[in-house]
């Protein structure tokens, strides 16, 4: 089968954002679209290296980047650990067991629904204006993707894998880690990978509110001092590390699941 050439590619896939950047920098640069409000890319990736490399006095931003991925990058990474962690072992409950289904799977549904933000003031009383508040947040809200593809997953596994398992002498706890688990990890890993997307998002409101440092945190704070250039560096951040992050997770995935076809997305 023809794959076709790498560079080919990456060069339909850089296209699109290609052509929207310089629609906005031709836009801005000759009618102020937004009334100067709107910074063009240019100005944006200027203020992205003096936030990343310094260099500019009197600037709050500058030099100040490393600090702020550093912190929110760790966050995101302890509360999409917790999520994975708790969301598969309850998943894993739910789907295999019926009356465990019944006894979990409604108050599962009933807290699915309250977005993360309304998780906001109990998450401060707990946990004070901090790391805890915003790493609960993510983990909260980045649970309930993990634990329904679990769910699912693991309730399509077959029962004649299952029946010869158990006839060539495998126990409960044998047959989950060998039948159940392999059988359920395709949905498993679109569960993770959700998750994951999701949990930039996550820190980013988290911060705004609860946390006094990070990419969130210099966000909103950007917002007061009228600073666009930052705001949209700060987005251009988020956006590659969530990328980023995404791609790990379909690396893993095409690794755990190599008997299948690689993954494209």
Known sequence: MTTGIPWAAAARRMATPAIVLIIWQASVGAFRF????????????????????GGATGDRYSGTWVASVEASFGRVISGFIVASLMGILIGMLIGRSR??????????????PIP??????????????????AIFLVALGAFFPVV???????????VLHL?????????????????????????????????????WVLLIVAEMVAVKSGLGYELWNAYYYSRMDVIVAAMLTIGVLGFLSDRVIVMISNYVLRWQSPEKG
């Open 148 to 158: 329904l593809n679990t769910v699912s997953g693991a309730r399509q596994v077959s």
């Open 99 to 112: 009356v465990l289904s019944d006894l979990i799977d409604p108050l599962v549904q009933a807290l699915r």
């Open 34 to 53: 937004g009334s100067g409000f709107i910074p063009m890319p240019s100005e944006a990736v200027q203020s992205l290296a003096i936030w990343i490399f």
């Open 163 to 199: 029946r010869s398992s158990r006839m060539l002498g495998a126990g409960a706890l044998r047959s989950v880690l060998l039948v159940v688990i392999p059988s359920a990890s395709p949905s498993i890993l679109v569960g993770l990978r959700l998750a994951m997307g999701l949990s």
């Open 116 to 133: 993360v933000s309304a998780w906001v003031p109990f998450s401060l009383v707990f946990f004070g204006i901090g790391p805890g508040a």
